[in-house]
């Protein structure tokens, strides 16, 4: 298991687990235990997804310590503000059943009060709730507004990445900034699977296309989150050792198309879409 040392000197995997993972013939039991055999020890949920009770009630009775685990969680956009995120707070990590959470990340930037929700973070970090705090869907002009007023700078950045977004403008200013970038979606949920150039590269190395683009975002220094709801290919998605070459890893820097999955954080969100 590889970990990157964030900017407060937390250790997280690099590699997580995407904990809406569905499927039709196993139970969201079966499908964690399945996550949990594989060897993840990082749980992604948030607010938003619906599922923090059954991932909760799964934790507690999967026979981890809990710092065997590294959990995060989001405050959804309808949670945002001091109170309100104090009160969110409460409520995750009620239904997850944890005196404290790894990373707390704001779900979205675009929802006021803004500094009101990171500022609640800031004191829950502050007071010992959450050992990392951090943004998803944080772009440049986001994260400069929000450190105009931060005391603590985000430990993470969690933004839609895989070879045909590849996020390489905004990944190099989080570098400067000392911010950890980690890709959700890292597989581009699935659609990227089928590039021509990526099966090429997979089949000379002898793995998937998604060992293949995963391996690409560690060489890159990015954490990732994949989710499956099949066992093998949850087990693969974790099973990493091996490297690109220079030429290969520019090969698929190459694949960069611009083509999001979801709209940019700024245009599509509306607060009635928490
Ligand atoms: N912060 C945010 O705003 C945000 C937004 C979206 C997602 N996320 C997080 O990111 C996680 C992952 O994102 P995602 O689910 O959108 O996309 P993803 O992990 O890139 O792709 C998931 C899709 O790829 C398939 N897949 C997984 N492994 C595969 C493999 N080895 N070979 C072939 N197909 C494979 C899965 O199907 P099977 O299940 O059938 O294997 C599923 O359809 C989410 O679970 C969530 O935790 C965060």
Redesign the pocket.
């Known amino acids: 298991m590889e970990f990157v040392t964030l900017n407060n000197g937390v250790k997280m995997p690099m590699v ?8 039709a013939e196993l139970t969201y039991n079966e499908v964690m235990a399945a996550a949990t055999e594989a060897g993840y020890r990082m749980f ?3 607010a ?2 619906g599922n923090q009770d059954e991932l909760g009630a799964y934790l507690v009775n999967s026979g981890l310590d809990r710092s065997d685990y590294f959990l ?1 969680s ?1 405050v959804a956009q309808l949670e945002q503000g001091y109170e309100n995120t104090l009160q969110a707070f409460k409520r995750t990590t009620a239904a997850l059943q944890t005196d404290y959470l790894d990373l707390y ?1 704001v ?2 930037p675009k929802f006021e009060p803004f500094f009101e929700t990171w500022r609640a973070l800031e004191h829950l970090y502050k007071e010992g709730y959450v050992r990392a705090i951090g943004v ?2 944080f772009e440049a002009h986001h994260l400069d507004r929000l450190l105009t007023q931060a005391t603590v700078v985000p430990a993470v950045d ?3 990445t ?1 070879p045909y977004f590849n996020q390489h403008v905004l990944h190099n200013y989080l570098t400067e900034l000392g911010i950890q970038h980690q ?8 659609a ?2 089928q590039d021509e150039t990526l099966q090429g590269i997979a089949t000379r190395y002898g793995v ?4 293949v683009i ?1 391996r690409w975002h560690i060489q890159h220094n990015v954490a ?7 066992p ?3 087990a ?2 974790i099973d990493l050792q091996f490297q690109l070459t220079p030429t290969d890893m520019a090969r698929i820097d190459a694949l960069q198309r611009g083509e999001r ?2 709209g940019a954080p700024d245009q599509n969100y509306t607060e009635d879409s928490w």
């Open positions: 997580g687990f995407g904990t809406d993972a569905a499927n992604d949920t948030a938003m997804y995060t989001k990340l779900h979205w998803s869907n969690q933004i839609e895989h890709a959700w979606s890292p597989l581009g949920r699935g990227v699977l998937s296309v998604a060992q995963l990732v989150i994949p989710k499956s709801g099949n093998a290919r949850m693969q998605n999955i979801m």
